[in-house]
């Protein structure tokens, strides 16, 4: 189905007459194609605080299991910091012979999700729901972003001081990658690959998504 058919048909149906009103930013579905894990920033580009804190913002506003609310939030921008950061993180290990991210292209600026108590079930379920809205608002604001789980928990506590656990780093600036999604059948191989520039990434088709009944 066509992106905004229903509101297009709407207007059709019951807007004759009627003042139209101009679509205002980018529907859900133009926020996840341009949301993709980048590895390659514009360092001449500085992500500012104010800009880390309006992505966090979201935060107030997304679910919560049981509404506990346990996530904390550690800003990280262009500092010693953020190069103690870097050098405690991994990036592109599927393509190891690259050695991503390329010289130059570092992010410099990271959100620390850390958790007030022991991980569960909810905390993780909590912690996609909150990186993937972060990734998104990222998007909005015209930026990329990577979400990165590799990296030594204990000398990204000891760097920033963090009593609380980190759970996940991600990474923020303006990306210079460029992406192309590939249909693949669950068969296939998985694994993002990178030709001639381009950065690709396998996505299993809708119908091998989809459970069959019997």
């Known amino acids: 189905m066509a992106d905004n058919y229903l509101e297009k048909r709407y207007e059709e149906v019951f807007g004759q007459g009627k003042t139209k009103v101009k679509k205002v930013g980018h529907t859900l579905d133009e926020l996840l194609l341009k949301n993709r894990s980048c590895r390659g920033y514009n360092k001449s580009f500085v992500v500012s605080e104010d800009m880390l804190r309006r992505i966090v913002q979201v935060n107030t506003r997304i679910a ?72 998104l608002k990222v998007t909005e604001m015209g930026l990329s972003s990577l979400i990165i789980g590799a990296f030594n928990k204990e000398t ?12 996940a780093i991600l990474a923020v600036g303006k990306g210079v990658e460029k992406f192309e999604l590939v249909p693949i059948s669950k068969e296939e191989s998985h694994a993002y690959y990178r030709n001639n520039g381009v950065h690709y990434i396998p996505k299993v088709r809708l119908e091998d998504l989809i459970v069959v009944k019997d």
């Open 156 to 167: 990204i506590k000891e760097t920033l001081s963090l009593e609380l656990e980190p759970l």
């Open 64 to 135: 919560s299991g049981c509404n506990r609310q346990v996530l904390r939030y550690r800003l990280v921008t262009q500092g010693s910091e953020s190069v103690a950061v870097l050098k405690s993180v991994k990036m592109g290990a599927a393509l190891p012979e690259l050695h991503l991210p390329f010289p130059d292209t570092e992010p410099e600026a990271f959100i620390v999700v850390c958790c007030e108590g022991a991980e569960n079930k909810l905390v993780d379920i909590d912690l996609g729901i909150s990186l993937q809205s972060m990734t």
